[in-house]
């Protein structure tokens, strides 16, 4: 009862405002695309409707994405741009918000997140400084993309347990379903620069092609979107502190369910040019099914947390692509 409420309470704020008639059933607006083989990034520039979703029923399993809620006032008095303090005060949060989210589900992992603030971003980095917030990205993502491919999501998941699991344990629970999922957090009320998610049901594997993240320490990979016609958009306009878009970023599972949100922020034509710039922090999260070990990953630690840990790098070494398929 308290999530309807919360949730309805949202669902009126959207319409404060003098762009709320404008915006009761979406917008139209920009997305950067790559080019029509996938070897440039942000080169194909389409306009698409972006359906407002506030009021219907997304879900999870058939859309793969969600609005929820996260209790953000219980982070109070916690510095959330400091990544120990962001882990102590929100991770326990967002492993609340998927257990409700996936009620059978076996186990959470929080293993990273990414806070995003392109005016805190841009004073740091003033005068070709180096940013001085660890986790801290230059600004919201307007490329279309998805974070996992079907091969990055296994090998992710293997690498954060490899540390903390044995070699027959791990492979026992990646037998099973799990699925990578990101709980997005707006720090302030979100005026600018909203994310939107494609519809599962709207995707097909030519719409991406592989794209490597080659760090010092591993190998990343992630999906670069292609323009497609077929792709339904949509997003919450003027989200508030205390809801959370959830959304899979990769599911294991070949069942018909969603396995992925391809997504991407976008320049809201509605937004007052005034706006301030978005505060938002995306939790990374692991959620495991089937039967586990209640001990499974008992020692884990978010690797970025650790001291000197190279994944507080945000920036590639260089990057590499692919070309379209007819497989994820």
């Given at each position: 009862?308290?999530?309807?409420a919360?949730?309805l309470?949202?669902?009126h704020?959207?319409w ?38 506030r ?30 303090a ?43 400084k ?33 540390p ?12 099973k379903?799990?699925?990578?999922v ?6 302030t009320?979100?005026r ?33 979107v ?9 997003y ?7 809801e959370?878009?959830?959304?899979k ?33 995306e ?40 070309f ?5």
């Amino acid at each position: 009862e308290r999530l309807a409420a919360t949730l309805l309470r949202a669902w009126h704020g959207a319409w404060r405002g003098g762009t709320a008639a404008a915006r009761a059933s979406g917008v139209f607006a920009d997305f950067a695309y790559a080019s029509e083989d996938g070897q440039t990034p942000d080169t194909s520039i389409r306009r698409c409707f972006v359906a407002n979703a506030r009021g219907e029923a997304k879900s999870l399993e058939r859309d793969g994405f969600t609005l929820s809620a996260l209790p953000l006032h219980e982070a109070q008095g916690y510095d959330l741009y400091d990544p120990l303090a962001a882990s102590k005060a929100l991770y326990p949060l967002a492993e609340g918000v998927l257990r409700r989210e996936f009620p059978g589900c076996a186990k959470v992992v929080v293993f990273d997140h990414i806070a995003r603030n392109a005016d805190r971003y841009a004073k740091e980095t003033q005068g070709g400084k180096s940013v001085a917030t660890p986790m801290l990205s230059s600004g919201p993502a307007f490329s279309v993309h998805g974070d996992y491919t079907v091969r990055s999501g296994f090998t992710r998941a293997r690498s954060l347990l490899e540390p903390h699991e044995s070699e027959e344990r791990i492979s026992s629970a990646l037998e099973k379903r799990f699925a990578f999922v990101n709980v997005w957090v707006p720090l302030t009320p979100v005026r600018r620069d909203p994310l939107a998610m494609i519809e599962w049901g709207s995707q097909r594997p030519r719409d991406v092609v592989n794209l490597q993240f080659i760090y010092t320490h591993r190998v990343g990979e992630i999906y670069r979107v292609l323009p497609s016609d077929q792709h339904r958009w949509a997003y919450y306009p003027d989200m508030e502190p205390g809801e959370c878009l959830v959304f899979k970023v990769f599911d294991s599972a070949e069942d018909g369910r969603a396995r992925f949100s391809l997504h991407a922020a976008f320049r809201d034509p509605t937004s007052h040019p005034d706006a301030p710039a978005r505060e938002s922090i995306e939790l990374r999260c692991i959620v495991f099914f089937g039967d586990l070990p209640s001990d499974f990953a008992a020692s884990f630690v978010a690797p970025h947390l650790l001291p000197g840990s190279p994944d507080q790098d945000l920036n590639p070494e260089r990057v590499a692509s692919s070309f379209p398929n007819d497989e994820w």
